[in-house]
């Protein structure tokens, strides 16, 4: 009974702890960044590249922290049904349903992850099918991934139009020059998101401590302006793989970014579509 007790009582010790050790200082973030203490500006996180197995993690810190996010989803991580295939010309053992084939179910693995962002109530669109630099390219490549990152995308999708991001901001950046790009998006009906603030957190150089952060907070208190957020949860080139620093540090950063930011849905940006009914 004592020792029930003792253990209920480091228990409880350690909830406290573990719930303060994500309470931020909000003295030293707003002084570290030059931020004002009375006004919160505007902030929508989105993240690229994913799904990734981390992907969970990230999830997690959102729903803790109550934070709305969209996720732009590269379609060839969760195209099973290719993986599968892949499976069978490497393996002729492999089972009819893929359960002895480690990519099948990692892939299916990564839908279900993808599954639990729209069930939490995150946006969802396309960063296509694959990481390429679209706009040099050929118009019927562009076109079939595109259309391609649509039908396995399809189910989860969030809005109408389908939100979409290109991978490198390529065909966004250059749109008048490349302009067939951004009208091949239109004609599929997508709906294309850049964003204001750039996390770098692929940058290997910005992946320690809490660089990434700095990099975010600091263009938000010296613009004196939020917008979209690009923050990575996947690795474009690696089916499975987190960024890591990212997804193992948001739980931490959260607290720390709404010191001075208020973090709002996609909408609050962009108010040309309708969210689709779950
Ligand atoms: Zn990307």
Redesign the pocket.
Known sequence: MKAGIHYALISSLLLLLSGLSHAADCHAVQAKYGCPADTRFPLHLSF??GPALQTTDVLDALRREQVPATF?V?AEKIDCGRTLQQCFQANPDTAADGSNCLAYRQCELRRTILHQARQDGHMIGS?SYA?LRYSGLPVELVRSHVSASKRLLEPFFTTEPALF?L??GDGWFNRKEKAHVLQELARQNFLHVDWQISAFDWDTRNQQDDKILDKVLGQVCSRRYGGIALF?DGV?HQPHQGRLHTTQNMSRWLPMMRCVVEFEPLEYFLQNFKVKPR
């Open positions: 690229d590249d732009f590269l960063h990481h991001r991978p490198y990575h474009a």
